[in-house]
């Protein structure tokens, strides 16, 4: 059965909360009396909700089943036209935390960053999906 699509409005706005919790730049801030800007944590729910609408967007702007792209234990696509995999784990997986995902997606870490303080894992010879991040609308 396939998921209900997140919509754009409640999508975008965890992942500015996400943001904003992971001090990167996002749209909304709380700023306190004394100037400085207070960030509540997001709540797990919060983090679920923008993992899984940046894997939507993802999906949807890349279609194919060649790249799956896994942000455990929130969810995983699979994406990028090309040579389609039918049983097993597929030939070329991408795999991160749910903060990193976010950071990635929408701009706020790089992929070759990411690479080199191994906090990506990427196998396979298609699994390089940095042309295809940030997201371009989210």
Known sequence: MTPPKI???DGRDAVEKVLASLG????AHDV????RVSVEPASREQLALAVRYLLQRFEHDNPGQTVEVRVPPFGAVQAVDGPRHT???PPNVV??????????ATGHES???????????????????SALLPLAEW
């Open 7 to 9: 919509k754009p409005e």
């Open 24 to 27: 990167m730049p996002a749209v």
């Open 32 to 35: 306190t009396h004394t100037g």
């Open 87 to 89: 049983r097993g784990t």
């Open 95 to 104: 795999e991160l935390a749910p903060g990193e995902w976010v950071a990635l």
């Open 111 to 129: 992929w070759d960053s990411l690479i080199a303080s191994g906090r990506i894992s990427a196998s396979g010879t298609r699994s390089n999906i």
